[in-house]
Each structure stands twice: as C-alpha cells, then as structure tokens.
C-alpha cells in the first residue's frame, strides 16, 4: 500500500507544474486538470491511511483497489512527463551567425509542430484519466470498501511467547537477566521503597519479552500480587486493563471481561486495588507514548518497593515510561557469535557440540545472515529440521540462499515476516518507501549516502535481474534499471526498449579490458530519464543527443574512459548534479546549467572558459576544482566568479597555488558555507597565513576545514577552535611564529582533528577544550615526552576513543623513543575510555 501512496505523490505534484506553466493549455484542460489533481490529492490521503495498515489486515478489495490507483497514478505520470520532455526548450543559447540563426528558425518550426501533438497527447491523457479516477471513486463507493484495518483488536507479536515458552532455556540472556534482577531488588533482597521502573527497548526478534519474562519468572514471589500484560499496536485500552486487573487478581477479577466500564472506572479500580501492595508489573510491547500515560495513570505511585517493566521497540516510548532519576533503560543487544551459535546448534541438534564437520561452514554463515538476532535463529533452525530429522547439506545451501529473498514457505518463517514487519508498519509514511528502496540492492552492496538520497526521489517500478532474465515486468512500463556488480553486459536489452526509463545505473558494468564497451546509443531517446549513472563502466563516448534529455537531474561518469563532453550537454537545463574525471573537457556555454547544484571536478586548465561561466551557476552547492597550470591573469575572474555563489556550500581546490593565497585576502565565504578544503602538493602550503574570514563571525556553519599554512600565529589555533559547527579540522602548519595559546571553550564540536607538521601535544589544549574529541592525531617530539618536558596524559579529553601520534625522533636516542612510546601507552591505558592508540 506504501508504494500506491508513493507513486501518487510526484503526480500530483507534476499536475500542479502543468497549470502553473504556460503551455497554452486550454481553459477546459486547465480544469480538467485541476479536477483529476483534486480526485487524486484524495485517493492519496486514502492511501497514506490505508499504508499504516499491514496488507494482511486489509481486505482484498481494498488491494485491488489501491493497486488500480498507482497504475493510473504511474500512467498519468508517464503521460505529463512526456509532455513536459516534449514542449521543453532546449536552446542553450542565443545563435549569433546566419547559418545558425536559419538552423534554429527551422527547428522552432518543427518544434511547433511537435508540441501540437504533445498538446493533443496530454488531452487525451487527461480526459482518459478523469474517466478512471471517476470510476475508480464509484468502484469505492459502490462496494463500499473499508480502508481500515479488518480488525479493531490489538496487534500483538504473534510468536514471542510461543517461541521462548522454556525460559530456562536462555542463551546469551542469563548474565543480563542477572543483571536486571540486581538493578530492581538489590543482593542483600532489600531494594528502594519508591515505585521504580525498567524500560527494555530493541528492535523486534531480540528477546525482549524472553528476558522480560525470564525476569519476571525469577523474581514474583517477592511480591503481593503480579501481572504480564502484552499490549501491541492499536491497543483496546480498556482490554489491557481489564487484563491488568484480572492479572492481579484472577479471583477477584474473574468476570471482569464480562463488565461494561469506562476507562476511568477502570483506571481507579486499578489503582485502588495497588494502594496497599507490593507489586510487580509488566507491560510488554508497547508502541505509543500516549498509551503507556493512560496506563501509568493506574500505577499507583506507592513507597511499598513495588516494580514495572516495560518493553517497547521505540526509543521515545522507553524514555516516557521514565519518572525518576532512579528508573532506566535497557537496550537490547543482539547476540554474540558464541551464544548466536549454541543457540542455533540447540534447536537443531539439541547440543551445540554436535554440528557434523559437512554443516559446519553454511552454519556459520548462516548465522552470520542472522545477525544475532534470536527470532531470525530460531526461524532459519525452524526450517533445516523436518520430523525431528536434520536436513541434508543440500538444504541448508537451499535455505542460505534464499535468506533475504523472501523464505515464506513454512507458516513460522511467515509468522517471523509479520513480526518484523510491525516495525516497518510503524515508520513514519515517509521512511516506509525509503526502506523499501534499500531492499534493490544486493547484501553488502556499499550505498553510498549522497547517491542514495538523490535516488530516491527517481524511483518507481524497478526490474529485478537474476542470472541474466528479466522478471515478467514489461520492459516499456520500467522506471528503474540498475546492475550492482562489475560484469560483462552483453546481455544487456535494449535501451530502445525502457520507454519510461527514469534511473539508469550501468555502474561497475562491463570490463575495461573488453575488446567492446557498453552501447548507449540510444540513451538520448529516454526522454524521461532523471538519473543516467556510468561511473566506473566501460564506456568512451557520450552520445551526441545527450542533450534531448531535458528532464535528467544527475549524470555521474566518473572513472569512465570519457574525456569531452558534448556539446548538447548545455542544454540539459534541469541537471543538478555533475560528477566528471579531472581529465573531462567541458564544452563552451555550461554557464546555461543554471539548475546545477553538484560540479565536482573540473580541471580548469582542460576548460579555461569555466572560469567566467561558474558566475552564472548561482544555484551550485559544492563545487570542487582544480587550478593546476593556470594563469594568474584568470585569478581575480575565478575569485569574482565565486563571490556570485552564495549559495555554495562545500567548496575544495586542488593545486590552488597563487590562487588560494590571493583568496586569502579578497575572498568573502559565502555564509552558508560548511566545508572548505584546499592543499597544493607542489608548493608549500596553500596558505601564507591563516586566511583572514577564517573566524566564527564568518564561517557560523563551517564543519569540515582542512588547509595548510606556511606560518602559523600563536592565537591561530584559537581562532580556529571558535568556529561552533567545526567537526574536522585537518591543519598543517610549516612554521609556528609565537606561543600557542589555546582556551578552554576551544573546539566545543570538534569529533577529529589532525594536527600535522608542527609540535603539539594534549596538553595544549586545556581542561574543557575539545569535549567531543573522538579521534586525535598529532606530532610531538620523542625527546619532550621522555624527559618530562611535555604532558601526554590524555585524561582531560572525555571522549577520546582513537589517538594517532606522529612521534618525531630528531635528536632522541632509542631509549628516549621507547620511552615515549611506553608512556603513550600508558596514557592511554589510564583513559577512563581506553581509547586505541598508534604510534608511528
């Protein structure tokens, strides 16, 4: 049901682009327009409640239903995207010779007569459309279809209990169960008089209610009266406490599921009843704040050393169910490789040292798919064991292969999908179709983070390829087109056959020692396209009607054999993002690039006339070059250039040269700026000094800053330690002109920082400088650590947990080296972090 929401989502905002532009539609399309939007605005509202709803609650009709709105949605889609591809103007800029001026008239002729047609097309679409969405709203009506849940009642964990029923059986929990029963009843059996509470928060499958109840098990007789309430999502609250009460007091209570009252009444029984009790509570699998208010409501808060557990899988439900500074929180880990294993081995062999020696590497790596997590153990042991028998080595390779591709063919491997899957069901509406999209790609595929948020916004219908065939999904109606793994791709269909074609990843595809490289010749024919990824394929040459893709966003041809760009590439006017080679010559006019956020990298010597056209990309973001072999009469064009880039953001130049040290003092950053990265490995320093707006009044946003400085003044290092929003710092110094002075609110963001070239030490930096410091590297002299000249102790950095030191052996003897390296150590071992140290 999330992928029918998602699919409407760009639709509609696609119809609205439609009536806001002049496309000289007329006035009855215009409305007709504004009819389907309205109709399709509030299917989609429909949908966003009918996606809180796991599929198997909802009836059939309701499917069908939802599936026929994404089709109409897509087609829709499909039908503006071709108008817009189509009616889109192209130019780049304006001709300024004869030949070309007749070339464009005769174009624009011909382009009149296309966007007659695609006016007509859209008509047609639309009035199409309208028909559907009525239909599909009477089709609604008319079976009056129940866009809720088949079921009011409460959704809990349908095999938690039944799978760890023996909790003597626990592994890997026994220490924690210990643990926990310390923390609510201390050793010598007398505990805290005020009500105190335990929350054990974990993601479904941990063994929550396995400990919790182990817990419980272990220690109820110490009580006047206990309950083991489960609760799950969209509880009937009068239900829970009429199980609370009966929990109680099974007695007293026994009829009262037959009783008729309000939650009031309820809540003051309850309380009523614990007034004068010692008790001990559990309320397990709780998923809203509001409902754990409402029951604690009923908790009365006596000084009888009364105890409540609780168990959620949301973070911000656990802290809630927090009252006093005596209550905390358990976070459930998975298991560890040693316990994952006996508790596998248990439920197949019945011993964890019986595993024949032919099962033992697919055992190990099916645990490894596992990832500790107890449900998925028991489940995956589940399925390897028919009528008390193990199952050959065959199955077991069967099994491991099919994990993560849907094992749903014995009821408890669907029982644990419907498990985990109430975690999915209860992500915000927009997580849901961003997990969804995680699932294309292969295990431990790496996804690189900026790539994948600009994907997800392309995303529709993908086609899923396993040992070179395609699934039924035809080929025309696809949207996304990925290959994951550096492979020959002469198996490859087509790209004449991806009518609506809107991701292309063609990433790692084929081999550069191939005798033939990709073919896309076609490519300029996917008028729809938003993402065209070539990066590391086996390709030379983009071809010349690139530029027909009016609708592309991205194109990433880094490490390809391509070495120019054409011309056509100028009038890709909606392009944001732009990832070349160094070596990629750019063509004259990408000035008319004026969607462009990303520009990274540009060797400014293969395209010199970048330098005056940057100051037309006002919407560029991060911007990174390189200035090697250029001239200094280009300097003040480049530093005027990038003045007009307000909005830019991360800014890095290679090989700056003269360049940066000008920058130093003409320069303004713009004030959104938030990451700055130069260095030139020809010259000394990119820096004579440090640049003048380096300071927090200029750079309030600035994390990440790494340059080099041929001098550095003795109050620099504070200068730099004021920026607030500084996370990295790489910092290399030639000389250091003075005292360095550093404060103590130095660095009050800093995670690592790199000090290179010049003698520091911690001691430098006082008590309450650098508080978040994780990783430290710097250069200190053998010598002043031995004699005692320099503090190493690392103490007063609390959240050390890496040192780098570069231990400088100029005039120290090899006892003084030793020396130093042992007291580095020591230094370390002393942290109260223990943090990992290398010295080189």
């Not at 103007?89 to 047609?117: E, H, I, Y």
């Not at 070539?534 to 071809?543: C, F, K, M, N, V």
Request: charged content about 25%; some cysteine.
């Amino acid at each position: 049901m999330e992928v029918a929401a998602r699919a409407m989502g760009p639709v509609i905002c696609k119809l609205g682009e439609l009536l806001a532009g002049e496309y000289n539609l007329e006035k009855r399309v215009k409305k007709g327009v504004q009819s389907l939007r309205t109709e399709l605005e509030m299917m989609h509202a429909v949908l966003r409640e009918v996606g809180k709803v796991p599929p198997d609650q909802l009836q059939e009709p309701v499917r069908i239903w939802a599936g026929k709105v994404r089709d109409l949605s897509c087609d829709m889609e499909d039908a503006v995207d071709d108008f817009l591809a189509r009616v889109g103007d192209g130019s780049a800029s304006k001709p300024t010779d004869m030949r070309s001026r007749v070339n464009k008239f005769l174009k624009k002729t011909t382009t009149l007569f296309g966007k007659g047609k695609a006016l007509h097309q859209i008509c047609d679409a639309i009035k199409e459309a309208q028909d559907l969405a009525k239909e599909l709203a009477e089709l609604r009506k008319k079976y009056e279809l129940d866009m809720r849940s088949t079921s009011n009642c409460a959704t809990i964990d349908p095999l938690v209990l039944a799978l760890h029923k023996d909790v003597g059986e626990l592994v890997g929990l026994d220490h924690t169960r210990d643990e926990l029963i310390k923390t609510l009843i201390c050793a010598d059996g007398s505990s805290k008089e005020q009500l105190k509470t335990i929350s054990i928060v974990g993601v479904g499958g941990l063994g929550k209610t396995t400990l919790t109840k182990a817990v419980y098990e272990k220690i109820k007789t110490q009580f006047d009266c206990v309950a083991f309430v489960p609760v799950g999502q969209n509880p009937d609250i009068k239900k829970v406490f009429k199980d609370l009460l009966y929990g109680l007091d099974n007695e007293k209570f026994s009829d009262i599921h037959n009783t008729t009252r309000d939650e009031n009444l309820l809540i003051k029984q309850i309380s009523d009843y614990l007034v004068h009790k010692r008790y001990l509570i559990v309320i397990d699998d709780i998923w809203e704040e509001e409902i754990w208010r409402c029951i604690d409501c009923a908790l009365y808060k006596n000084k009888l050393h009364s105890r409540v557990i609780t168990t959620t899988r949301n973070v911000s439900v656990s802290k809630a169910c927090l009252s006093s500074s005596d209550d905390t929180i358990h976070k459930m880990k998975p298991l560890s490789d040693e316990d994952s294993q006996i508790l596998f081995h248990r439920r197949i062999f019945r011993s964890e040292e019986k595993c024949p020696e032919d099962l033992q590497v697919v055992s190990r790596d099916i645990l490894k798919k596992c990832g500790g997590v107890p449900l998925a153990i028991i489940t995956i042991a589940s399925l390897l064991v028919s009528n008390q028998r193990v199952k050959p080595n065959h199955d077991w390779m069967d099994v491991y292969n099919s994990m993560g591709h849907g094992v749903t063919q014995s009821d408890i491997a669907k029982d644990m999908n419907r498990i985990l899957s109430l975690s999915y069901y209860d992500l915000p509406s927009y997580l849901k179709p961003c997990l969804l999209y995680l699932s294309i790609f292969p295990e431990d595929f790496e996804i690189e983070r900026d790539f994948l948020i600009w994907r997800l916004s392309l995303h529709n219908i993908k086609a899923k390829v396993q040992n070179h065939q395609f699934d039924s999904t035809s080929l025309s109606k696809v949207r996304t087109f990925a290959v994951f793994s550096p492979v020959t791709c002469d198996w490859l269909p087509s790209l004449s056959s991806f009518q609506f074609l809107r991701v292309l990843d063609l990433g790692n595809c084929g081999s550069r020692k191939s005798s033939s490289g990709i073919s896309i010749k076609y490519v300029g024919n996917l008028i729809h396209l938003r993402y065209l990824g070539l990066r590391s394929a086996d390709i030379d040459e983009l071809p010349m009607d690139i530029g027909n893709l009016h609708l592309l966003q991205i194109m990433d041809i880094l490490n390809t054999g391509i070495e120019e760009l054409p011309a056509s590439v100028v009038q890709l006017r909606n392009l944001i993002c732009l990832y070349v080679d160094s070596r990629v010559r750019l063509p004259k006019g990408m000035g008319n690039l004026t969607s462009l956020e990303v520009l990274d990298y540009v060797r400014v010597s293969s395209s010199p006339h970048i330098v005056k056209e940057l100051s037309h990309l006002t919407e560029v973001r991060t911007l990174e070059i390189d200035w090697a072999n250029m001239d200094e009469d280009l300097i003040d064009v480049l530093i005027k250039s990038l003045g007009n880039l307000h909005k830019l953001q991360n800014l890095c130049i290679d090989n700056g040269g003269r360049l940066t040290d000008r920058m130093s003092e003409s320069w303004v950053p713009p004030p959104n700026l938030r990451s700055f990265d130069s260095w030139d490995p020809k010259l000394r320093s990119s820096f004579q000094r440090l640049p003048k707006w380096v300071n927090s009044r200029s750079l309030p946003l600035l994390s990440t800053l790494e340059i080099d400085v041929e001098e550095l003044q003795g109050d620099d290092i504070q200068i730099i330690g004021m920026l607030p929003a500084l996370r990295f710092l790489r910092l290399l110094v030639r000389r250091v002109m003075g005292t360095l002075v550093v404060r103590a609110d130095a660095f009050p963001s800093a995670r690592c920082c790199i000090f290179r070239g010049f003698p520091t030490a911690p001691c430098l930096f006082p008590p309450g400088a650098m508080p978040r410091v994780q990783h430290l590297r710097f250069w200190v002299s053998a010598r002043s650590i031995a004699s005692g000249e320099v503090d190493c102790g690392l103490g007063h950095l609390p959240s050390l947990e890496h040192v780098e030191v570069r231990l400088r052996h100029q005039h120290s003897s090899d006892k003084e080296i030793e020396t130093a390296k042992a007291q580095l150590r020591r230094a370390a071992e002393a942290h109260p972090k223990r943090p990992t140290i290398e010295i080189i």
